[in-house]
Each structure stands twice: as C-alpha cells, then as structure tokens.
C-alpha cells in the first residue's frame, strides 16, 4: 500500500511539473579538456602558416542537423584559430577547399581522413603531400560529433568537436583540443541556434590555446 501511495505522489509530481515548467527552459552543460603533445608556448606558431581542413563528421552519429553545424563550424574555424593564434597566417576551410581541388588534392585528403578512421595512425606522407601543396606548417585537423537525444520528458542536443593541429615535418601532433556542448529542454534542440552551438563548441575546444 504505502508503496502504491509514494508511485501515486511521484505520478502527480512529474505532472505538476510539467505544466509548470518554463516552456523555453533548457539546461546546458560544457566542458572542454586539452591534450597537449610537445606543447609548451604558443609561440611556437609565430610567423607559421596554417591550414585549417575541412570539418570531418563521424558519420554513426550524423542527424538530419549536423550538416548545417558542420557549415557553421567550417565556417567560424579560421576565424577562431587566427584569434587565438594572431601572429600566425590561417589559412580558412574555405580557402584550404578551393586550394585542394585546384592542386587535385582532395584525393589526399579523403585517403588521409580514411587511413586516421581505420587505423587511428596519423600518415605523414599523406600529411607532407597536402601541406606542400598548401605551403602550410601546420594542419589543422577537426572532427565533429552531433546527436538528438530523446529523454522521457526533454528533448535535448549534445555536440563535441576534436581539434589538433599537426606538424607538417614531424607527422605528430602538437596541440589539441576538445569542446563539448548539451543542451536539454521542452523544446530542446529547437531552442538551440546552430551559429551559438559552432561558436560555443569551437570556444571551448581552443579555449587553452
């Protein structure tokens, strides 16, 4: 009986709740987290080119929203690598594209994103291919990961974005970083603009660079 009566009061509270809880309320959480690799002052970057390659998605968890995210994330990713790294020439996703399909090195770039998925391995021949075509020092690498989660009563978001910057000469990379970002609410992604998620999620990856 008692057990009944407590089932019946978490019944009637759960639905309390939801006619009196906000309809645009939302509970976010970041975080972001650093692997550094033979880092030790940006500085290292002064005077470097850099070049920023177009956003990878993993695909197993690809909705119908994340291509637009990719966009906005190709899109701000030169902008916030120059911001963190001002004395050194960034090269945008828009600029390395058109410089890739120009110079035939899309095929270098899709084995590189391939041999990375399958193996975890970082080629360097690969590497060096593309960044001779690109006179660039550096490469800047990012995946990106965006899910719809479904939970009871919120719909939410979640997204993450892994970057690294990798030494054209070495193969090894230098820096790197990750930004992790949810969003849960009634409305749940629908209250979530995709510039703000970009914005946040790069924000949080460079945010020790």
Excluded at 148 to 158: A, E, N, V
């Amino acid at each position: 009986m008692k057990s009944n009566s407590l089932l019946r009061t978490l019944i009637v509270s759960a639905s309390v709740f939801l006619v009196l809880a906000p309809q645009t309320g939302c509970m976010t959480v970041q975080r972001g987290d650093t692997v550094v690799k033979n880092f030790s002052d940006k500085q290292v970057f002064n005077g470097k080119k850099i070049a920023a390659l177009p956003v990878k998605i993993q695909t197993a968890l690809a909705t119908d929203s994340v291509q637009g995210l990719r966009q906005e994330v190709n899109k701000r990713l030169g902008q916030v690598t120059k911001a963190r790294l001002p004395n050194s020439t960034v090269l945008d996703v828009a600029t390395v594209a058109e410089e890739l399909n120009q110079k035939n090195l899309l095929p270098a770039y899709e084995q590189f994103i391939a041999t990375y998925d399958n193996t975890g391995v970082l080629d360097r021949k690969q590497i060096q291919a593309m960044a001779k075509g690109l006179g660039s020092d550096y490469l800047l690498f990012t995946r990106l990961k965006a899910e719809k989660m479904d939970i009871i009563i919120t719909r939410g978001f979640g997204a993450s974005v892994d970057t690294m910057l990798v030494d054209v000469r070495t193969g090894e990379v230098t820096w790197s970083g990750t930004g992790e970002w949810k969003r849960g609410g009634i409305y749940g992604f629908g209250e979530t603009k995709l510039d703000e998620a970009a914005g946040r999620l790069l924000d949080l990856a460079f945010a020790s660079l």
